[in-house]
Structures are given as structure tokens and as C-alpha cells.
């Protein structure tokens, strides 16, 4: 049976362009310092990226002293990172990039990788079980994985979305009047979904749009595929988006629902 085509590689350049340039996202403000924090690269260190894209993070990781492994499925991606690599300088450590799926890491020597990153992409991947054992097993005894995905609780693509009840008021003890509330709606969680997302939204031309697969799960499906592939949850840790509301009627309530509402979770498993 052939894959479904989860690749990103069609819109390589724009996807680029959105993680590299722009000052305001989530890669740069949210998803970076965090990395750093709980990968804590150096030199010595050896780090597995998966589905690592352009390199935005093998390479941060790698001027910190780590010795990183990148792979993506996405050949117009890989040759993205090779062109950022050739343009950067890597101060202390290295940074090698392959062409392969997830699940087939067999250039990487068994037991070689103190840390295996997944960022962003558990979702487009597939073969969730085959991924996470060929992770673990080219992690040390003792390595970790650390993924990083849209919330599965709160972001399933097609199934959620942001509300507003305007009869609502939470806490009335501190507004001292009625005020709508923003909420997010779930339609669904439980049941695992394959769900066709458009990477051009803005494209009005039907041939020219492109299409990629969100694979959603929830919770337990993760934690079940952890387990069968020796690897035992050692952290969760949930993200909230840094972005602010525009001054306006609905920006503080705005700004208070995306502090309780995270965007991204991050599991981080050892290998036992």
C-alpha cells in the first residue's frame, strides 16, 4: 500500500521563508527557548532531528556544540538546509542532513544519539510505532526523545475551533459586569483522524493548490507507541502562544484565553 504523501517539500520555499524570516512566530519566540532549555546541546552531545525540515533547529543546536543528525522526507527541504549550513557559520559542533522517511533511520548506528528531537511533525508522520522504534533505537540506554506537536487535545484540524459566548462571564467578582468569553470548541478528540489540510489557502487557482495530511491522535495512542518502543514519558510540559491581541473591545480576553488554552505539548521519553 503506498504512503499518503505528508511531505512539505511542494511549498519549501514559502515554508522557508515563514521559519527563517519572520520575527513574530512561534519556531523563534515559543518553541526555540524551550528546546534549548530541555535538549541543553553542547559539545560532546549527539542529537538526532527528525523530519527536521530546513534545519532552523539542527542548526541552533549544533552552534552550541552538538554533533546533529538531520533527516527529512522532503528532498527540496534537505537541499534548504544544506544551503543554510553553507551560508551559516557552525561555530562549535556539525550538522549532516539525509533524505528519508522517519520510520527507516538505518544510517544511524544502533545506540549512537543522546537525544532524538521531533518538532512539529509527529503529525504529518504516519507510522507513529516504526518511528518511534527506529528512534529508540538509535538512542543510548538512557537517551531522550523529546517531540513537540499542536495539542491534540485542543487543535485537531477541522474538529476545534475558537467561540465566544457572550452571556458568559467567569468571573464576575473581579469585571463587575457581564463580558463574552472566548472558549475552544472540541467536536472531537477520541477517535484517530486522517485529515486532508491545504497547504495554500491563498491559492484561488484549483492547480495550483497543494495538500498534505494531518494525522490526528489522542493522547493515549502516543503514550501506547512510547511504551512499545522502550521508551518510558519522563516530562510533559504544555506551551502557550506568546502572540498579543490588537488594543481592542475583545483583546484582554484574547490575551487571557491563550494563557489557558495551550498550543503545544511536549513529551520528552527516555530509553530503559
Given at each position: ?260 488554552i495551550p498550543m503545544f ?8
Amino acid at each position: 500500500m503506498k504512503d499518503k504523501n505528508t511531505s512539505w517539500g511542494a511549498i519549501a520555499e514559502w515554508y522557508d521563508g515563514l521559519v527563517e524570516d519572520t520575527a513574530d512566530s512561534y519556531q523563534k519566540n515559543v518553541l526555540m527557548p524551550n528546546l534549548i532549555r530541555l535538549v541543553d546541546p553542547k559539545v560532546g552531545m549527539a542529537v538526532l532531528d527528525v523530519a527536521c525540515g530546513q534545519g532552523y533547529f539542527a542548526r541552533a543546536f549544533a552552534n552550541n556544540g552538538a554533533k546533529v543528525i538531520g533527516c527529512d522526507i522532503s528532498s527540496e527541504l534537505i537541499e534548504l538546509a544544506k544551503k543554510h549550513v553553507s551560508n551559516d557559520t557552525i561555530k562549535k559542533g556539525s550538522v549532516v542532513y539525509n533524505v528519508t522517511p522517519s520510520d527507516k533511520l538505518t544510517f544511524v548506528p544502533d545506540g549512537s544519539i543522546d537525544v532524538v528531537v521531533i518538532i512539529l511533525a509527529l503529525q504529518n508522520i504516519e507510522k507513529i510505532l516504526e518511528t518511534f522504534q527506529e528512534c529508540s533505537r538509535t538512542l543510548k540506554v538512557g537517551g531522550r526523545m523529546i517531540v513537540v506537536l499542536n495539542h491534540p487535545a485542543f487543535r485537531v484540524p477541522k474538529y476545534s475551533s475558537w467561540r465566544w459566548d457572550d452571556a458568559r462571564n467567569l468571573r464576575p467578582e473581579i469585571s463587575g459586569v457581564q463580558q463574552a468569553k472566548m472558549y475552544r470548541r472540541i467536536d472531537e478528540y477520541m477517535s484517530e483522524a486522517q485529515i486532508k489540510v491545504d497547504m495554500t489557502p491563498g491559492e484561488n487557482i484549483a492547480a495550483k493548490k497543494k495538500f498534505t495530511v494531518s494525522f490526528h491522535r489522542p493522547l493515549q495512542s502516543y503514550f501506547k507507541a512510547l511504551n512499545k518502543s522502550g521508551l518510558a514519558v519522563t516530562r510533559l510540559e504544555e506551551w502557550i502562544s506568546h502572540k498579543k491581541s490588537q488594543v481592542g473591545p475583545r483583546s484582554a480576553e484574547e490575551d487571557r484565553t491563550r494563557k489557558e488554552i495551550p498550543m503545544f505539548l511536549m513529551i520528552e521519553s527516555r530509553k530503559f
